[in-house]
Structures are given as structure tokens and as C-alpha cells.
């Protein structure tokens, strides 16, 4: 089974900086025959609905902003977001779907420091 | 506006069974994979089944298989899971999601949820 691990639990970082988060899985997400990896990466705000931010790594979802960075291949991801705005606390959730589990991250929490 | 509206959560003793909706409008049932995903405490986010555009192929959680049971009505634009056999580990958020078009398996739209509690 794909075991998905995120870094770290949780962060502070100051309005204007950078955030950088990690995601780990124990398998490549890496397809061989299309060259994609197979992750997402979600953004949940306190009471909301998780919402997409990235997949495929790194292709940004229409209307996310330019900001947020997908990047990694493999078995290492990393989000990056910079310029960090109030706005964007909250949980962060990387997703695989490679294999059928289709299994989430246990998150990273996001704070302003 | 695009929208999925979830209904029917509550709570449910061991045991018992449910059936839970989810009302899709802005957008029709029939032309895309939709799923389901649910959140709790315990075990965060979790998958737990898809069905295709015509309702013909169903995917499972594994370890959901022959408890939960999802259906569609393309008429009424409406996604079902009926759960049965719930124990306390099932409660949790129940979410209807849509699968983004051509990218199997993950999610671009969400309801905002239905809870289920399974206690006594």
C-alpha cells in the first residue's frame, strides 16, 4: 500500500514569506508511460470543504493563485507557497492517485507567525 | 453555479444503516465520474467509492466492500450511498465530490458535507 507522510505537522510563517511543505510517499507516483505523477495537493480552510489547488504535481487548478507551486517527482513533493497572505491558513493535504487507495496526507497546518 | 448538496447524515446506532444523497446542479451526473469521500477525527480523508459517467462500473475502499453501496439516478441528477453494518469508526463528514474531468481519482468539486454519526 501507498503510505503518504507530510512535513512538518505544522508551520508559522510571516505575511509576506515563503512556506515550503513537504509530501512523502513510500512509492513512486511517478506513471512511466505518461511521465505524470499521480498527486494533488488540497487546501482546507477552518469549516470548508478540502479545495484543489494543484494536480499532477504541478499543473495549478483554475483560479488558484499563482503563489501556490507544485513541484517534485517520484516519491518528494513539496508546495511552496510564497508571499503568504492571511487568506491562506488552513490545512494542506497531499493526495496520490496511482494506486486505488487514492489515499490523503495527514495534513499540514499553516499559520501566520 | 456548479453545485453538490449532500443530505440525509445524522445519527445512526451500531449496527443500523443509512442512506445518504447528494442533489448535483449546474452540472449533469451523467457526464462525469463522481465520487465519494469521507473525513474524520481519526483517520482524516478518505476515499471511499467512485462510480463512472453511466453508473455501470462502481469502485470500492477495500475495506468498505460489501457494507456501502452506491448509486445513481441520472434522471433525478442524483448520487446515493446507502451504508450498512455502521460501527463508530464510520462516523465522519461524508462528502460528494466530482472527479476532475480526465484526471482520474482526484477532485475538483465538493459539497460542503453531511455528517453521520454512528453511536449509541
Known amino acids: 500500500d501507498i503510505v503518504l507522510t507530510q512535513s512538518p505537522d505544522s508551520l508559522a510563517v510571516s505575511l509576506g514569506e515563503r512556506a515550503t511543505l513537504n509530501c512523502r510517499s513510500n512509492?513512486?507516483?511517478?506513471?512511466?508511460?505518461?511521465?505524470?505523477?499521480?498527486l494533488s495537493w488540497f487546501q482546507q480552510k477552518s469549516g470548508q470543504p478540502p479545495r484543489l489547488l494543484i494536480y499532477?504535481?504541478?499543473t495549478r487548478e483554475s483560479g488558484v493563485p499563482d503563489r501556490f507551486i507544485g513541484s517534485g517527482s517520484g516519491t518528494d513533493f513539496t508546495l511552496t507557497i510564497s508571499n503568504l497572505q492571511a487568506e491562506d491558513v488552513a490545512l494542506y493535504y497531499c493526495?496520490?492517485?496511482?494506486?486505488?487507495?487514492?489515499?490523503f496526507g495527514p495534513g499540514t497546518k499553516v499559520d501566520i507567525k | 453555479e456548479v453545485q453538490l448538496v449532500e443530505s440525509g447524515g445524522g445519527r445512526v446506532k451500531p449496527g443500523g444503516s443509512l442512506r445518504i444523497s447528494c442533489a448535483a446542479s449546474?452540472?449533469?451526473?451523467?457526464?462525469?465520474?463522481f465520487s465519494w469521500v469521507r473525513q474524520s477525527l481519526g483517520k482524516g480523508l478518505e476515499w471511499v467509492s467512485s462510480?463512472?459517467?453511466?453508473?455501470?462500473?462502481?469502485y470500492y475502499a477495500e475495506s468498505l466492500r460489501g457494507r456501502f453501496t452506491v448509486t445513481k439516478d441520472n434522471s433525478k441528477n442524483s448520487l446515493y450511498l446507502q451504508m450498512n453494518s455502521l460501527s463508530a469508526e464510520d462516523t465522519a463528514i461524508y462528502y460528494c465530490?466530482?472527479?476532475?474531468?480526465?484526471?482520474?481519482?482526484?477532485?475538483?468539486?465538493w459539497g460542503q458535507g453531511t455528517v453521520v454519526t454512528v453511536s449509541s
Open positions: 512509492q513512486s507516483l511517478l506513471y512511466s508511460s505518461n511521465n505524470r505523477n499521480y
Open positions: 465530490v466530482r472527479d476532475l474531468p480526465g484526471v482520474p481519482h482526484t477532485f475538483d468539486i
Open positions: 499532477w504535481a504541478s
Open positions: 462510480i463512472s459517467r453511466s453508473g455501470t462500473t462502481i
Open positions: 493526495q496520490q492517485y496511482y494506486d486505488e487507495s487514492y489515499d
Open positions: 449546474g452540472l449533469s451526473l451523467k457526464n462525469f465520474v
